[in-house]
């Protein structure tokens, strides 16, 4: 086990670090988990990664590119079984990896430090990917695998008159364009933002493991299919009404960040 | 098969013309909201920040998003001001367009929200949200709607590379111009250089003030940026002349909106 951990993580090494403006969610959501991590956490996180979390929070997406590492590309997506539970082994499922990283992480003391710190880049960017909606694949349910529908309003405009307006759309541009509607806000202060509204509900979303947390953000994947569909035509304030639930997922996955690390560097 | 195309064609044509502008597009909006935030007094901040749950950035842009959609369609106008023939603030629109003017609309909301402590929270929320946008939206120097008739030299286009560009298009996105990837905060720190004495200067007043000010800067914009002006082909000095005005404009929005909301939530 540990030589397959090993070898995973060592090969993931040697790419480049990246850093993309356009990460803003990955970003605010290291950014709320470092507002609610402990000193001795904060401490060590710095040390390890030699810079703040946000500057890790997408170092994964940079190793793709190396046609060695490909496979880490399916490291974002956490499948569930049918019935919306993480029993999966497989060594490329998001939370598979993120046991694995864990793993490493609390045997620190004997690993080399280059591999703790990909461990670490790894924790801050996979807890962030089994909270966006668009990475959770339940079996048996291939719309979780992605698909199209259709946006339509009516709108009114006192020179136009009605006109019916409609717009392409995907499950997964669905999400990522919530992310990018706050491109222009700095991560601290979306992560700022988003603790205004999710805030008080930090002790209820911290608990429980990685997999659990998979089977949490499934819950609301189940609940938004039953209305957002592979070639459905929906009303647009529809989709305008799922950004809460972006936003309360990032929230999750921030406090959850946070208190994993703490329990891992107490 | 020619009707169809004709038809196909008209459809694209009428999609193409309901095209809503965006005035000072989101990040306009959300550095305008983001410098009102910061002048807000503590009690004035915190009562906005309970009733949105979200910092005011967060609901810029909410306006836009929703102008055409029942059940805010009413709202498709209150984004703009209007002149008169003479060139003077239009107070008195009537008809379809009687609620139109974001100016008559932020003052009828201002008149409202004083009783705001019995008004339900849904409503003293969504209150706050239209002032957030309305009161951006009316300091945009293409938000403000000169008649044809006496102003028709306004009605043109402007270029981008050589290819016609849309003058609207063009001042909504200023604050931005030549600025990428700025947040923000970045906008604040850099833009937000006014002394107390200045702020008090642009907040003093009436809204018959503030609309003659708006009206007025507004002429600027057709002098820096006139017909077919190549925006790729600016000058420093006219990019610099762009920005001044797009940044005059924007903490003339931004220090009003916090004047507005300190006078709402402010007052003990």
Redesign the interface.
């Known amino acids: 086990m540990k030589k397959i951990i090993a070898v995973l993580f060592a090969v993931a090494m040697v790419a480049n670090e990246a850093y993309a403006f356009k990460a803003i969610g990955h970003q605010t959501i290291a950014a709320i988990a470092e507002r609610h991590m402990t000193e001795k956490a904060k401490s060590e996180v710095q040390t390890i990664l030699n810079a703040d979390m946000t500057r890790h929070a997408m170092w994964l997406y940079s190793l793709r590119k190396n046609p060695q590492l490909a496979h880490t590309q399916q490291w974002q997506y956490a499948t569930l079984n049918a019935e919306g539970k993480s029993v999966t082994t497989y060594e490329n499922d998001a939370v598979v990896v993120l046991e694995r990283a864990v793993e490493v992480l609390c045997n620190r003391k004997n690993e080399s430090d280059s591999l703790v710190q990909a461990a670490l880049r790894t924790v801050v960017q996979v807890v962030g990917d089994i909270h966006n909606p668009a990475n959770i694949r339940i079996e048996g349910n291939e719309a979780t695998k992605g698909f199209n529908f259709t946006l339509y309003a009516i709108t009114k405009g006192s020179s136009a008159g009605e006109n019916l307006v409609k717009r392409k759309n995907s499950w997964h541009a669905m999400w990522h364009n919530y992310t990018n509607r706050h491109d222009i806000f700095s991560p601290q202060y979306y992560a700022s933002d988003i603790e205004l509204c999710y805030g008080s509900k930090k002790a209820e979303y911290e608990k429980g493991t990685p997999r659990f947390w998979a089977e949490n953000v499934g819950e609301d994947v189940v609940r938004c299919l039953e209305v957002i569909y592979p070639d459905a035509m929906l009303k647009t304030e529809i989709a305008h009404r799922y950004e809460a639930i972006h936003d309360k997922c990032m929230a999750k996955a921030g406090y959850r960040l946070a208190a994993l690390l703490n329990s891992i560097f107490k | 098969m020619k009707r169809k195309i004709v038809t196909l064609l008209l459809v694209v044509v ?2 193409l ?2 095209q ?1 502008a965006m005035a000072w597009a ?2 306009g909006h ?2 305008i909201a ?1 410098v009102a935030e910061q002048h807000l007094t503590p009690e004035a901040k915190s009562e906005v ?1 309970r009733y ?4 005011l ?2 609901y810029a842009s909410w306006m836009d ?2 102008r ?3 059940p805010y ?1 009413h709202t ?2 209150w984004h703009g001001i209007k002149s008169d023939e003479k060139g003077k603030l239009r107070w008195d629109i009537s008809g ?2 009687a609620n ?1 003017q974001a100016m008559i609309q932020v003052k009828r909301i201002v008149e409202e929200m004083k009783g705001y402590r019995n008004m339900p929270d849904s409503l003293v929320r969504q209150n706050v949200i239209y002032l957030i946008h309305s009161v951006a939206d009316m300091h945009c120097p293409v938000h403000v709607q000169f008649p044809k008739t006496t102003y028709p030299h306004y009605r043109y286009k402007l270029r981008n590379k050589g290819k016609p560009y849309q003058m609207h298009s063009f001042w909504d996105a200023a604050p931005a111009f030549t600025r990428n ?6 906008y604040a720190q850099e833009v937000d250089m006014l002394t107390s004495k200045q702020a008090k200067k642009i907040q003093k007043g009436s809204y018959d003030v503030w609309g003659k000010d708006i009206l007025k800067q507004t002429h600027r914009a057709y002098q820096i940026t006139p017909a077919d002006k190549d925006i790729a082909r600016m000058t420093v000095e006219e990019r610099a002349e762009v920005l001044s005005l797009a940044d005059e404009m924007a903490m003339k929005a931004a220090y009003r909106l916090a004047y507005i909301l300190n006078n709402i939530f402010g007052a003990k």
């Open positions: 009428a999609t013309g309901v809503r989101a990040f959300g550095a983001y920040r949105l749950n979200h910092t950035p967060f998003h929703w055409a959609i029942e369609a498709n106008m379809e367009r139109g990837n700025w947040t923000y905060e970045r």
